[in-house]
Nanobody, 117 residues
Framework: QVHLVESGGGLVQAGGSLRLSCAAS????????MGWFRQAPGKQRELVAA???????TYADSVKGRFTISRDNAKNTVYLQMNSLKPEDTAIYYC???????????WGQGTQVTVSS
């Protein structure tokens, strides 16, 4: 079965950078759409960035120009490069895989990102 392993979260000061990684196993990665979501305490989970099987990207307005999503199909990994981090970026970040053939979705366990001021 599909399994997602996230890494790269942690504590960073405002203005700093962090790179999240999400490695997938148990699926044909190139046939998956990938996305990063985040959820802050008391808030709804929101889409941060997404990338399709063809490399088309989508970003939330709040992170455009600061975050970059990318994928390496050879390594079955999706990345989220986060620059110019702000305290409001503090949240649990979740990786999501969607199999475009079946529309089945798999979520990672989440990784905490904390941005201090």
């Amino acid at each position: 079965q599909v399994h997602l392993v996230e890494s790269g979260g942690g504590l960073v000061q405002a203005g700093g950078s962090l790179r999240l990684s999400c490695a997938a196993s148990g699926s044909i990665f190139s046939r998956n759409n990938m996305g990063w979501f985040r959820q802050a305490p008391g808030k709804q989970r929101e889409l941060v960035a997404a990338i399709t099987t063809f490399g088309t990207t989508t970003y939330a307005d709040s992170v455009k120009g600061r975050f970059t999503i990318s994928r390496d199909n050879a390594k079955n990994t999706v990345y989220l490069q986060m620059n110019s981090l702000k305290p409001e970026d503090t949240a649990i970040y979740y990786c999501k895989l969607t199999d475009i053939a079946t529309m089945r979705a798999v979520w990672g366990q989440g990784t905490q990102v904390t941005v201090s001021s």
